[in-house]
């Protein structure tokens, strides 16, 4: 971890960190939310029966991001942010080849640090290819954002899925003329942590590989809340947000100690200066065009 450390405490004095693989990490259980006690302990098996079928009864949408949203913009593949979400992508692909890797938590330590801007655009730079299925679903159910991005209704969705309100296929989005499926927030509720601990949240982490070739999560920062926590004892990686000028490495420090390193997969540093990106592409479409 002393690569990353370092590349943190240049992020946070303003500049840009080298771009280099992010290393791996043993996947792991965090002991804190296993219930090896309990009521539950002796309850009969809950199975979703979610399968592939359901997909073609999704509700279609079309994808049309809310102006100033920052996602990318499918007429214009070749701009920067798009190419570095498919380095990204790469990364996460070859990491796939290496272990067992369809279900992904992003998160930030704090608040306003990019970790929806990633998760979706993660989420599209994966389904441009082929043959490729992917789940972006947002369970931030505190502050719901990516369904005002895509500008799609909230509910039904996850809450509504998860407390029998609905079934997964009502529940799901399917984006026309991509190979993205988008899983809403749903209707608010109470208390988000209750509901993210019940058995039907770990099997729906269990069964989603056997229907997308990627899920991808948006979940709460992890200083303001335990339900990243909780999902990344469920997911098989963990994506963690920092801004650079603005994260602390006190409060990067913080949140993977209380990650306990659990199934870390690396760390994205986001708002970096355009100049800086652009002059790794310049040369190389100038020749092409």
């Known amino acids: 971890m002393s690569r990353v450390h370092d590349a943190l405490r240049r ?17 792991g259980r965090s002991p804190e939310f296993l219930p090896v006690s309990g009521p539950q302990a002796n309850l009969p098996p809950v199975r979703l029966n979610i399968h592939a079928g359901m997909l073609g009864d999704a509700q279609p949408v079309v994808y049309e991001p809310a102006q100033q949203s920052h996602l990318l913009d499918l007429n214009k593949s070749h701009e920067t942010p798009a190419e570095e979400f498919r380095t990204l992508r790469t990364r996460l692909n070859h990491l796939q080849t290496l272990q067992p890797l369809h279900t992904v938590v992003v998160t930030s330590p704090s608040p306003a640090e990019g970790k929806t801007f990633t998760a979706v655009n993660l989420a599209v730079a994966q389904s441009h290819l082929a043959e490729t299925s992917v789940l972006l679903a947002d369970f931030d159910l505190r502050r719901p954002m990516i369904h005002k991005l895509l500008q799609i209704e909230r509910a039904p969705g996850l809450s509504d899925f998860l407390t ?8 799901l989005r399917r984006v026309e003329g991509m190979n993205l499926y988008f899983l809403p927030a749903g209707s608010p509720v109470k208390n988000p942590l209750e509901l993210l601990n019940m058995r039907q949240t770990k099997v729906l982490f269990e069964e989603l590989p056997h229907v997308f070739h990627w899920a991808i999560f948006d979940t709460p920062p992890m200083l303001f809340s335990a339900d990243a926590n909780l999902l990344s004892t469920m997911a098989d990686g963990t994506i963690l947000v920092v801004k650079i000028g603005s994260t602390t490495f006190d409060s990067v420090t913080r949140a993977m100690q209380s990650l306990c390193e659990n199934n870390v997969l690396g760390i994205v540093a986001n708002g970096a200066r355009a100049s800086e990106l652009y002059s790794k592409y310049t040369y190389y479409y100038s020749k092409m065009e």
């Open 164 to 171: 029998g309100k609905c079934n997964f296929s009502q529940a």
């Open 11 to 27: 992020a946070e004095q303003g500049g840009v960190a080298p771009a280099e693989e992010p290393p791996l990490k043993t996947v």
